[in-house]
Nanobody, 128 residues
Framework: HVQLVESGGGSVQAGGSLRLSCAAR????????MGWFRRPPGKEREGIAV???????AYAESLKDRFTISVDNAKNTLYLQINSLKPEDSATYYC???????????????????????WGHGTQVTVS
């Protein structure tokens, strides 16, 4: 049974930083794609970044300067470092995971429909 559990959200002042974590419990695929998405209040879900098991990454163009995705395979944990937070970053942040790598980067680069098998329940970030 696979579970993705996000943590690290909270209320922060503009200009601050946060590191979100996503613990992937029971997820043991050799090749994978993992990603971060967010849904601001009243808006559509937005892709932030993805990383695959080859270590390749892709970022939303408007966010790449302040967001960094990384993974610790030993801990089965995905991270998202967010710097210089802005009020418009306020959203529920979700992590997702799926098998394979061939489709991964296109989720962000061309907005391809994500083929994730699992999604977390989200962690709230509020920036004031």
């Amino acid at each position: 049974h696979v579970q993705l559990v996000e943590s690290g959200g909270g209320s922060v002042q503009a200009g601050g930083s946060l590191r979100l974590s996503c613990a992937a419990r029971g997820y043991t695929y050799d090749t994978y794609c993992m990603g971060w998405f967010r849904r601001p209040p009243g808006k559509e879900r937005e892709g932030i970044a993805v990383i695959d098991s080859d270590g390749d990454t892709a970022y939303a163009e408007s966010l790449k300067d302040r967001f960094t995705i990384s993974v610790d395979n030993a801990k089965n944990t995905l991270y998202l470092q967010i710097n210089s937070l802005k009020p418009e970053d306020s959203a529920t942040y979700y992590c997702a995971a799926g098998q394979g790598v061939g489709w991964c980067l296109d989720v962000i680069r061309v907005g391809a429909e994500p083929d994730f098998d699992y999604w977390g329940h989200g962690t709230q970030v509020t920036v004031s």
